[in-house]
């Protein structure tokens, strides 16, 4: 069963894989965005937990946008999700009733397809995805375990219908003979309505775990994320922007090491229904404010 508490264990366990960052030993609690907006130039929003629980949108989110930019603060959506393109996370946010424009979404996939060399790839995707992006030849993994041992490299994209014999084909294969493996969703779960689901990140690691040295993890708190979204904000110095998200190990943790400062949003994501400073003071990851919702 996937709780928060061993879900955070599992974050510490493979914490030595991310980037380290030193973060403030306190936080301050506020109500709402408003009360730190005029510290800020550009707010940045984690969606799963943040914006929305699975496809609910969280109320009031869209309201705080919109408000957050006639108070001329820049937004952007940060987010680790891979399973869709461009397009597709555009019209998922417009679906759940987001005013967003597409220079506004940063995704993880976005890096990861950056780092696609040529060859051949086995992409592990949700049966949906045309995979239009794929900057490269493909292959669409399934039950064939010959069609592991066949591909230059694995692209990651989503856990959808993703099952634990094809991760033993997949790690067989990688033990045999070792490619690239780009995990283009570094989360380990997701918020769900109903749950937390495991995300590729989880896959990842045990991958890792195996002695597999080829894993490379795209998303927050890895830093190709956070270049994209330096590049879309050139004229804003690092100390005023400021990462919202709901979870440690990803959301602060990488934007500390960015020098960015961070909010925790504590009601609906990874650590709703607990008491956020005891994972704080087991970790030592602190945000610089904490809130209920944004």
Not at 215 to 235: A, I
Not at 236 to 242: E, K, Y
């Amino acid at each position: 069963m996937l709780t928060t508490p061993a879900i955070f264990d599992r974050y510490q366990e493979v914490r030595s894989r991310m980037p380290q960052a030193v973060t403030t030993s306190a936080f301050q609690d506020i109500s709402s965005l408003i009360e730190i907006a005029d510290q800020t130039s550009a707010f940045i929003f984690d969606a799963f937990g943040v914006l929305n629980v699975g496809e609910t949108l969280i109320d009031g989110a869209d309201r705080r946008l919109d408000e957050l930019r006639t108070m001329g603060c820049e937004i952007r959506i940060l987010t680790n999700a891979a399973s869709y393109d461009r397009v597709g996370a555009v019209d998922k946010f417009q679906r759940l009733g987001l005013s967003i424009k597409d220079d506004e979404i940063i995704t993880s996939r976005d890096a990861t397809l950056s780092a696609v060399t040529p060859g051949r790839w086995g992409v592990i995707a949700a049966p949906e995805d045309q995979l239009g992006d794929i900057p490269s030849s493909w292959q669409r993994l399934g039950d064939t375990a010959q069609d592991y041992d066949a591909v230059d490299g694995f692209l990651f994209l989503s856990t959808s219908n993703w099952t634990a014999p094809r991760q033993e084909m997949l790690a067989a294969s990688l033990l045999k003979d070792e490619r690239p493996v780009l995990i283009a969703n570094a989360d380990l779960v997701a918020p769900r309505d109903d749950g937390f689901s495991l995300e590729p990140g989880y896959f990842g690691h045990l991958l890792a775990d195996k002695g597999i040295s080829s894993v490379r993890f795209f998303g927050k708190p890895f830093p190709e994320v956070y270049d994209l979204v330096e590049q879309s904000l050139p004229n804003t110095p690092a100390h005023r922007i400021v990462m919202c998200g709901d979870t440690l190990h990803t959301d602060i943790m990488g934007a500390a090491a960015r020098n960015w400062r961070t909010v925790l949003v504590t009601r609906d994501g990874l650590f709703s229904g607990h008491d956020t400073q005891v994972f704080c003071q087991q970790s030592g990851l602190y945000p610089d404010w904490r809130l209920a919702r944004i």
